[in-house]
């Protein structure tokens, strides 16, 4: 099948991966920084980008039960509203607080159509996991699933068919995503995620722009307080390479996509971006400095090189009053 790839310049350096003094290895990508107005900041490669969202639309595909009082219709406690916006890594609190979920309202595990695979906190420890079979409730996806079968219990719609597209609660997140984005519900691009719901690929700028809107909404949306109620989890990372963070201080939207997925090259890129955005005091940059700048290690232990960032952001040929000076990092 053919595919078409994205124009030269819409990827840039972000990140390099260095052996002694030599550059090894570079991780291209793109970001977008806009204001809650959908206004390009700055910027790194092509802004709009088509991008898919991954797990970083999971506070958007929450807005529907969270704006039908679902929240309090259940009794759904902070931790297992941070759930649904969450990928979770498995953990026994994780399994436990989804398995409350569902419980809630009146949903079994055998309901959950997010599929299965090894609890991610074996990989975080360094661990090998046990062999499978594994439970739904493990999979990093579950709170978002016991979320969308609860909207069914409570809008009274088939539990059977919740990932469908034309099931009631698709159209409910598609409309969601569409107001968010500022995209044309007949323009987003669909297609199925890893835990096969929907999913959307939309403008780098775009997703940015959801997420200055989600840290900044107040009650005068279409929404209520629903967005409100979700900004306390209002960063996000997506598989293959996708961040999007919300800066409620500052009324800016942050999305990254390293071209190659990589994980590497995104966590300095996303530490380099907040730093030249003027987002981290000393204590920020300490805190996350191993993630800024990564020691790379063989298998003997031995320090070979380092993960760092090449981000340089630019202003856009009009953009909004900000800073007159490009940041790089």
């Known amino acids: 099948m053919a595919v078409s790839l994205p124009h030269a310049g819409a990827h840039v350096p972000l990140a390099v991966e260095t052996r002694g003094r030599v550059v090894e290895s570079v991780h291209y990508g793109a970001v977008a920084v806009v204001d809650r107005q959908g206004n390009i900041v700055y910027r790194a490669g092509d802004p709009d980008l088509l991008t898919f969202t991954r797990s970083a639309l999971k506070p958007l595909q929450a807005l529907p039960f969270v704006i039908a009082g679902g929240l309090e219709r259940f009794g759904f406690s902070g931790p297992q509203t941070a759930l649904l916006c969450a990928s979770h890594s498995g953990e026994p609190r994780h399994v436990a607080a989804v398995a409350d ?127 409100r109620r979700l900004a306390d989890w209002i960063t996000k990372i997506g598989a293959e390479g996708v961040q999007a963070i919300g800066v409620r201080s500052h009324g800016l939207g942050i999305a990254i996509k390293v071209a190659d997925g990589q994980k590497r090259g995104l966590y300095p890129a996303i530490v380099a971006v907040l730093d030249a955005l003027g987002l981290l005091d000393a204590e920020g940059r300490e805190a996350l400095a191993a993630l800024g700048r990564r020691t790379v290690r063989n298998y003997r232990g031995l320090v070979t090189g380092e993960v760092e960032s090449t981000v340089v952001l630019d202003k856009p040929a009009h953009p909004s009053p900000t800073s007159e000076s490009a940041f790089s990092a």
């Open 101 to 227: 979920m569902l419980a809630k309202s009146g949903s079994s595990a055998d309901e959950l159509q997010c599929g299965t695979h090894a609890p991610g906190f074996y990989e975080a420890r360094g661990e090998i996991p046990p062999p499978p079979p594994y439970s739904p409730l493990a999979h990093n996806c579950s709170g978002k699933h016991a979320g969308m079968l609860a909207y069914c219990v409570l809008c009274g719609a088939p539990k059977a068919t919740y990932l469908a597209l034309d099931h009631p609660l698709q159209i409910a997140i598609r409309r969601a995503v569409a107001e968010f984005t500022q995209v044309p519900e007949a323009e987003l691009v669909a297609a199925v995620d890893g835990c096969s719901a929907p999913n959307y690929a939309v403008p780098l700028s775009a997703l940015a722009r959801a997420y200055a809107r989600l840290a900044t909404a107040d009650r005068d949306t279409a929404y209520g307080d629903a967005p």
